[in-house]
Each structure stands twice: as C-alpha cells, then as structure tokens.
C-alpha cells in the first residue's frame, strides 16, 4: 500500500486560496482513499459505483432530488442535522425537513382545523418556551404539515384539496398553541430510482414512520426544523432516513372521539445557538 499517493493527491490542493474548501476538498480525498482501501475496491466495483450515481442524476429533475434521498438513506442528512443542531439539553432536538415542506400556506387562528381529510381526529396542543428559562414565546410561528391517512401529503396527491393537512399558525400570550388534526400515516420514500434499488438489494425497506412536522420561528431565537414520530407506528425503530430520536417519539393518548398530543417546543436564544 502506498499512503504516498493519498499525499500527492492531498498536495495538489496546496494552492487552494480558500482555506474551507481546501479542508472539504483534501478530507474528502483522504476519507475516499481509505474507503477503497479498507474493502480493496475492484475496478468492476467501482464501474458500478460511478453508474449507480450517474443513475441517480439522471433521475434528478426541477421535482425530484435523486441526490437527497440518497443522502436521507445514508443517514449523510441526520448526521448534519446533528453536527449543525444545538446540544442544549433542554431544547427541543431538530429533525429533517424532508422535501414535502411548502411556503405560502394561509395563517389560521387558535384551535383550527387543518383536516380536510377523513382520518382519526387529533387535538395538538401546548406551548413554545425559552430553552433557558422556559418562559413562554409570544407570538412564534408554527408551520406544520403531514400525510393523509393514504400516506400522501397534499402536492403529491392532486385528489386532496389545496392546503390540506398544512397549518400556520402564531402563539399567544402565553406561548400557546392549539390546533386540530388527524392522526398521520407512515409513508415510502419514492422507490422507483436508483436509491430504491439500493434499499432492496440491501434488504432494506423503504417507511418512514408517520409524523408531524414542525418549523418553528420566533424573533430573537433559532429557527427549530422537527418532527413528532407516533410511539404505535411499525417503523418507529427503523426509519429508513433515520430522522426518529427518542425525545420527539410521542403517544397518541385516547380522548372522546379521538386522540389529545400535548407537546411542548422549547426555542435556543439567538445569542447562544
Ligand atoms: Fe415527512
């Protein structure tokens, strides 16, 4: 084995001007020759690698992002949401994003509906705090999404009315909020593209477990991306993005026609995120 070719390699970057790119640039060529180094990588093996990724861009278009989900099922994705989130204790832990977030949806008041669906009715309540003091947030913004009991968000189902299961919505004085809902389904990543062939030549499938997202933004503190993940859901210990952590897994508690989610959001001061 010879390391001097992973330095010439890392070398040929010494007049990199910009200090970040080169530390990205040369870590990565670094961490690639040990990959191929640890598994002897042959060269019909790697001839697959590089079409598995054409494959994947060639599946990227203005909609779908091949790339991501390629991130997402690699756990690349949660990773950095764990290297970029803040490690306060008491701050409520982020979650991914994921594609089907959408801008523009009409704010509603206190105790709104954002059903349009058939589905097993839900009451979603609490409070929105500072981390540290755990004062109450007045005035945060909440915008929260999720699938239709048929496993699709609204956007990717043309027979769901626009805005369907879709809320925005501002805490009160006391940092309150409060909004009904019905209960969301677990749901496949897309799985007809290269990174859906992965999963099943790996033996892996393809569920995330069903959840609501949450992007909470107040002035003055860190924007929080999350999600809740439903306790009862099959997938619940084997996201196939690996986006669930145990302080976001939340219970479903039975209430007169249906079920009642009381759930807190605590917020990291600007300052100190
Ligand atoms: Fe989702």
Known sequence: MNESLTHNVTE??????????????TALVR???????????????????IEFLTATGKKCDGIRQEFILLSDTLGL???????NQHHEEAATESSLLGPFYRDGVKESGFGANIA???????????AVRDATSGKPVA???????????NGMYEG??????????????????????????????SYPIPTDGPVGQMLVATGRHPMRPAHIHFRIDAPGYAQLTTALYSADDPYVNSDAVFGV???LVIEYAPRENGYDV????????????
């Open 12 to 25: 040929a970057f010494g007049a990199c001007a910009d200090a970040r790119t080169k530390e990205i640039v």
């Open 31 to 49: 961490h690639l020759h040990a990959f191929a180094r640890e598994v002897n990588l042959t060269h019909d093996e790697w001839r697959q690698g």
């Open 77 to 83: 994705s949660i990773v950095l949401d764990d290297i």
């Open 116 to 126: 349009q669906s058939e589905g097993e009715p839900v009451f979603f309540h609490g």
């Open 139 to 149: 005035n945060a913004l909440i915008e929260v999404w999720q699938t239709a009991p």
């Open 156 to 185: 990717q189902d043309p027979d769901q009315p626009e805005g369907n299961l879709r809320g925005r919505f501002r805490t009160n004085a006391d940092g309150a909020y409060a909004f009904h809902s019905i209960k969301p389904t």
């Open 245 to 247: 952590k145990p302080s």
């Open 262 to 273: 009381a759930r807190d959001f605590t917020l990291i001061a600007k300052e100190r995120a």
